[in-house]
């Protein structure tokens, strides 16, 4: 017989070999580089993300449900996102689209200064509990519509939308400190999007589009 904590202490060793075989299968081996985001993703534990059903599938080479129509990105997603916004430790970030915390917490280990905004108020209330748990303190949770920003504690040297919408917010591209940068899927049609990374420097305000990806809906004043 194993006991409970010698078996807790055993399921950790094993999940982070899972999560280091999916750095190096899904991730290296597609072009991620960004040592930070490596670092991260390889130490946070995606299965305490997703429903306890799917804790096996946690690390698979996809999105997965995360309950109220809403899903946890595929994890190369999560690592390309991240790795495009070429941050540096101690910047300021916001994200849209909190979901299950999942991409929040990448963020928080790249040691980025985190706030967060979720519209729905299930998924708001059970990520923050859940992100207490795992003792991620300094991510700063907010339940609004995020399309509108956090206008609060603006400017932020990041910005990153995790849901889909018609065109990016105009109140987030105000919110963006200069220089900053913004990445958002953007797209006509729901579920088909490509990334949007705007950039800030010097007062211009300039648009690149990178490959397609498929979110779920951004839906609020300036959303869906
Ligand atoms: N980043 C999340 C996954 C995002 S799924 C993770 O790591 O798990 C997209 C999320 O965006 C959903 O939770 C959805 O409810 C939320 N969302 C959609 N429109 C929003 C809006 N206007 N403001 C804030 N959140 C929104």
Redesign the pocket.
């Known amino acids: 017989m194993i006991g409970g904590e010698k078996r807790g202490v055993m399921v950790q060793v094993d999940k982070r070999r899972v999560r280091e075989r999916m750095v190096r299968d899904q991730l290296k081996s597609r072009g991620i580089t960004d040592k930070a985001v490596l670092r991260a993703m390889s130490t946070v534990p995606r299965h305490l993300?997703v429903q306890e059903a799917l804790q096996s599938q946690a690390y698979e080479d996809n999105p997965l449900p995360?309950g109220?129509a809403?899903?946890?990105?595929q994890p190369y997603i999560?690592a390309l996102m991240s790795q495009y916004l070429q941050a540096e430790e101690g910047m300021t970030v916001l994200?849209?689209?909190?979901?299950?915390?999942?991409?929040?917490a990448i963020l928080a280990e790249m040691g980025l200064q985190v706030y967060s905004?979720?519209?729905?108020r299930e998924?708001h209330v059970e990520t923050r509990q859940r992100l207490g748990k795992l003792k991620y303190f300094r991510i700063r949770l907010k339940l609004?519509?995020?399309?509108l920003g956090w206008p609060e504690n603006a400017p932020y040297d990041r910005i990153m939308v995790?849901?889909g919408g018609p065109k990016v917010p105009e109140p987030l591209i105000d919110q963006l400190a200069d220089p900053g940068m913004l990445i958002m899927p953007v797209g006509g049609s729901k579920r088909r999007q490509e990334l949007v990374i705007v950039e800030k420097s010097e007062g211009q305000v300039s648009r690149r589009r990178e490959g397609g990806v498929a979110?779920?809906?951004?839906?609020?004043e300036h959303?869906w």
Do not use: K, M, P
């Open positions: 993300f995360i109220h809403q899903t946890i990105s999560v994200e849209i689209g909190t979901g299950s915390g999942y991409q929040a905004v979720e519209r729905l998924l609004d519509d995020g399309t995790t849901a979110f779920v809906d951004l839906v609020g959303g």
